[in-house]
């Protein structure tokens, strides 16, 4: 059974940095594609980041270029999103997905194309 289990989320000021981690099982992570995403409370849920399988190529969404930093650890069946300089619009569940899609090319963070979702991990920015 493929799963998919965030953490690391929590309480930070404005500022402040997160590390979250996306567990994996069921599945052999080297041959999957994984984004990172986030929902607002009262907005659609925005593609954040992306790693892809084969080459480990990154994806940014604009708002967090700069400041978060995807990778990935095949062996350990984890994916980590290092959040810093965070925003107090960074404030959202934030949720890993995997796909097969994107072997050897650039992923995109287009959530439709994912097809395993976990079930999320709060981050609150606030001071």
């Given at each position: 059974?493929?799963?998919?289990?965030?953490?690391?989320?929590?309480?930070?000021?404005?500022?402040?940095?997160?590390?979250?981690?996306?567990?994996?099982?069921?599945?052999?992570?080297?041959?999957?594609?994984?984004?990172?995403?986030?929902?607002?409370?009262?907005?659609?849920?925005?593609?954040?980041?992306?790693?892809?399988?084969?080459?480990?190529?990154?994806?940014?969404?604009?708002?967090?270029?700069?400041?978060?930093?995807?990778?990935?650890?095949?062996?350990?069946?984890?994916?980590?999103?290092?959040?810093?300089?965070?925003?107090?619009?960074?404030?959202?569940?934030?949720?890993?997905a995997a796909t097969p899609r994107y072997a050897g090319y650039v992923c995109r963070i287009l959530q439709f194309e994912y097809d395993y979702w976990?079930?999320?991990?709060?981050?609150?920015?606030?001071?």
């Open positions: 059974q493929l799963q998919l289990v965030e953490s690391g989320g929590g309480l930070v000021q404005p500022g402040g940095s997160l590390r979250l981690s996306c567990a994996t099982s069921g599945f052999t992570l080297d041959y999957y594609t994984i984004g990172w995403f986030r929902q607002a409370p009262g907005k659609e849920r925005e593609g954040v980041s992306c790693i892809s399988s084969t080459h480990g190529t990154t994806n940014y969404a604009d708002s967090v270029k700069g400041r978060f930093t995807i990778s990935r650890d095949n062996a350990k069946n984890t994916v980590y999103l290092q959040m810093n300089s965070l925003k107090s619009e960074d404030t959202a569940v934030y949720y890993c976990g079930q999320g991990t709060q981050v609150t920015v606030s001071s």
